[in-house]
């Protein structure tokens, strides 16, 4: 069955510095989406990419899904604090797979 | 205001005892979801309903129950329970998670530790 990889498994930054993290399908996906889980929190919504190549940006983060749609990526630039938590890859199909999450700490 | 509730948010129970967790959501969406999350392991699904009366297993659904007899209510039953459940369990809600998707909600979580 489809498979969501994401890497890495935990990221400690200093304050300023970029991040990234990745999510790898085991089969081609229909569709992307990226959550994020504050500690203690549920998962909230990011964003959804759909076409293959496909890149959005939402201030400093910005979102790509690769061209054969098997892979995606979350880049940060300049982390902040806020930054802080857990963030999800959750590639769709017929059904929905979650990657197991990238845990983000950030030293100010 | 638009969400998923969940009942109860805290729960510690015995093995064997039958508990049942509750989901609603406000949103007259289709689809509904059960998830654990364990650490390293990310959110794995338990059981999932793509409509009224229409359930499928997940990736771990063993040792778990549901029903969806009204849209907006999913329940979660653990009949007997035992300490491999204990977990942070999330319910889920959309409109659709097949393409196009739409975004999932997902409920405040329930913690349940099983002694």
């Known amino acids: 069955g489809q498979q969501v990889m994401q890497i890495p498994q935990y990221q400690h930054v200093q304050e300023g510095e970029d991040f990234t993290t990745y999510c790898n399908s085991s089969?081609?996906?229909?569709?992307i989406q990226w959550y994020k889980q504050r500690p203690g929190g549920h998962p909230v919504f990011l964003i959804q990419?759909?076409?293959?190549?496909e890149v959005k940006k939402q201030k400093r983060l910005t979102f790509q899904f690769g061209e054969a749609k098997k892979n995606s990526s979350l880049h940060i630039t300049a982390t902040q604090t806020t930054d802080v938590g857990t963030y999800f890859c959750?590639?769709?199909?017929?059904?929905?797979?979650f990657g197991a999450g990238t845990r983000l700490t950030v030293k100010p | 205001e638009a969400q998923v509730t969940q009942n109860p948010r805290y729960l510690i129970t015995v093995t064997g005892k039958k508990l049942t967790v509750t989901c609603s959501q406000n949103?007259?969406?289709?689809?509904m979801s059960w998830y654990r999350q364990d650490p390293g392991l990310g959110l794995r699904q338990i059981y999932y309903?793509?409509?009224?009366?229409?359930?499928d297993k997940g990736d771990v659904p063993e040792g778990y129950k549901v029903s969806r007899k009204e849209k907006r209510n999913f329940p979660l039953i653990l009949e007997s329970p035992s300490p491999n459940q204990t977990s942070l369990y999330f319910c889920?809600?959309?409109?659709?998670?097949?393409?196009?998707?739409?975004?999932?909600?997902f409920g405040p979580g329930t913690r349940l530790t099983v002694t």
């Open positions: 889920a809600s959309s409109r659709r998670v097949e393409s196009p998707a739409y975004e999932q909600y």
């Open positions: 089969t081609t996906l229909s569709n």
């Open positions: 990419l759909v076409k293959s190549g």
């Open positions: 959750a590639g769709s199909n017929n059904d929905m797979r």
């Open positions: 949103m007259n969406h289709e689809y």
């Open positions: 309903s793509m409509n009224v009366e229409v359930t």
